[in-house]
């Protein structure tokens, strides 16, 4: 069974901030009226929908896409419920988890229940982000197209960027149970990049 | 092991007959001189890079991205060696290969030692994509940025995705041996499209 966990991309989805300027736009350059093939091309900004980001996103000089590693893009992977959770993702929010070194951790919150944006989307708390660093994790994923907000110097994202944890943003886990499954996030191959779209999937 | 079968996106990379106005473009929205953030957009051909092509692309009122099934996108695969093949791939080409109803076809020729676009590429031929139909293939993934060339009306695609046989191309394939593997293409999940992007591995 495949869980395709991936935000449908189109011109009028939700994007961060509900910022106009980040909505995909499409440009039909051939069609069968008047060609022999149908032939588009696309605007995407690189935060809006399913994707990966790199430290660039948010430390300067930055590691890019050009220094990814597959492997820990491909692998098992824990869905927690926080879908009680509001405002942000505590530690006590987490400890009733068993989580351990090398989990990527996926948050199925409220936000997978909304195809707006939630200018209160549940977040990854600072201290939250400490408390995984701390336990070894891999990964994490959350269904907001931010993985924070409301918190000065982005130290969530710093956390997790800058100690080599990957973060994935923009799931869809409304339709998952809590559990663990085989994650496939692989971000399309771009040169020196501080993000990518990816087609995330879960396997059970 | 995973070998990444994917061509890296950058704004000089090779476009199909080189057409200058399907070349990636990347615009810097905000980076650590203006911003807490690095941000960036793209504009990208569907066709540009590693790809999937559903049925619209060729086929008037053919089914888009919105039938997609990932089943098939995940599974085995066999590469076949034609890097001696000139032109385009015969029916002779293929008779010494063991090809079995379900497989997953992919062509490494000498398209995939060139970074650029080769005029000349080595192509499917009408007749060797109807011998393929008929062996039930699952899919058909080709190292060029268009399985077929010089063909009138385009009859090698329209074979294949006239019959549900999914096409990969833009593959990546010069650092795979022949052989069998596990194949991963999942393309990004965009609404009503006739081709989308896909990082593609293989894992031995």
Redesign the interface.
């Given at each position: 069974m495949?869980y395709?966990i991936?935000?449908?991309?189109?011109e009028d989805m939700q994007t961060y901030k509900n910022t106009v300027s980040?909505k995909p736009v499409?440009k039909n350059?051939a069609n069968?009226s008047n060609s022999?093939?149908?032939?588009?091309?696309?605007?995407?900004?690189?935060?809006t929908?399913?994707h990966v980001d790199y430290p660039?996103?948010?430390i300067?000089?930055g590691d890019t896409s050009d220094s990814e590693n597959?492997?820990p893009l491909?692998g098992s992977a824990k869905v927690l419920d926080l879908t009680n959770v509001e405002d942000s993702i505590k530690v006590a929010d987490l400890m009733r988890f068993d989580i351990v070194k090398g989990d990527f951790i996926l948050f199925k919150t409220k936000n997978s229940f909304s195809e707006d944006f939630l200018s209160d989307f549940v977040y990854l708390s600072k201290e939250a982000s400490v408390y995984l660093l701390d336990k070894g994790i891999r990964g994490a994923g959350t269904d907001a197209l931010g993985i924070e907000r409301s918190q000065e110097?982005?130290p969530t994202h710093k956390t997790l960027l800058g100690n080599g944890i990957i973060i994935l943003e923009g799931l869809r886990l409304k339709d998952v149970d809590e559990g663990s499954y085989h994650l496939?996030c692989?971000?399309?191959?771009?040169?020196?990049?501080?993000?990518s779209?990816?087609?995330a999937?879960l396997?059970k």
């Open positions: 495949i395709d991936s935000m449908l991309i189109h980040n499409f350059n069968h022999s093939v149908h032939d588009t091309s696309v605007t995407l900004n690189l935060h929908g399913t660039l996103h948010m300067e000089n597959l492997e491909i110097g982005h496939i692989l971000p399309l191959k771009i040169k020196g990049v501080e993000a779209h990816v087609r999937v396997i």
